[in-house]
């Protein structure tokens, strides 16, 4: 019994591994997740745990190590103080979801008084050459902003920007924008897919909250009861 319930453990920790290496590492390049995995992975392989003077199994310190390691970016984050932000970057692709973030990332800004920065990503393949992007792309782009800047000025604010920028990656691409702007907030909503008959969100949503190193305001309209 004992047998067979360590090997159902192994196999359960072999998993867990790999679904983490190609979580983690392969769709977002994060070196923790690759330790992380790794770890599991070797724990697996152990004929049997080695409890030294700690106390502590393979097992324990590596899921303990793993924790640190992904622990310590959202420690860091809770050590700065927050502060009022003076750049606002949105991601518009004129969706309803995206108008009425719109208009509440314009009323942040009127508080805070801080500038706006609207970008309107076009997002095509790896294959195509940014300088060289469709021209039916880029028209699509220029509506998203022109739509835009009608939302901002029905609302009376001045103090904003709205580029067209195409993109191979919508979330990393918002990832260089904040450093090359300066921008001290993202606001950014919330789209979800089904995986496995589980609803998450988006992985230009995923990448967004994972890599940006600024504060990151997700905006979500409350779901509809589904009719009987």
């Not at 995986?195 to 967004?208: D, I, S, Y």
Request: charged share 25%.
């Amino acid at each position: 019994m004992r047998m067979a319930l360590r090997y159902g453990l192994s196999l359960i920790m072999l998993v867990l591994g790999v679904y983490v290496v190609y979580h983690e590492y392969f769709l977002f390049g994060r070196l923790e997740g690759l330790a992380l995995g790794s770890l599991l992975i070797v724990w697996a392989f152990t004929p049997r745990p080695d409890v030294e003077a700690t106390g502590k199994t393979h097992a324990q310190r590596g899921v303990t190590m793993g924790f640190k390691l992904f622990g310590w970016r959202r420690r860091k984050a809770e050590t700065q103080p927050e502060q009022t932000p003076t750049h606002l970057l949105v991601p518009f692709a004129n969706t309803p979801e995206d108008r009425e973030l719109l208009r509440h990332a314009v009323r942040m800004a009127q508080v805070f008084e801080a500038h706006l920065t609207v970008l309107c990503f076009v997002e095509v393949s790896r294959g195509v050459n940014l300088e060289q992007c469709p021209p039916e792309k880029m028209r699509r782009g220029e509506e998203f902003a022109l739509e835009a800047r009608e939302i901002i000025e029905e609302l009376g604010f001045g103090n904003y920007t709205v580029q067209t920028r195409p993109t191979h990656h919508c979330g990393f691409a918002i990832v260089e924008a904040v450093r090359e702007y300066g921008c001290d907030m993202v606001c950014i909503a919330a789209e979800y897919r089904r995986v496995l008959g589980r609803q998450l969100l988006t992985e230009t949503v995923e990448t967004v909250l994972r890599k940006v190193p600024v504060q990151v305001c997700l905006y979500s309209k409350p779901k509809e009861e589904e009719a009987l």
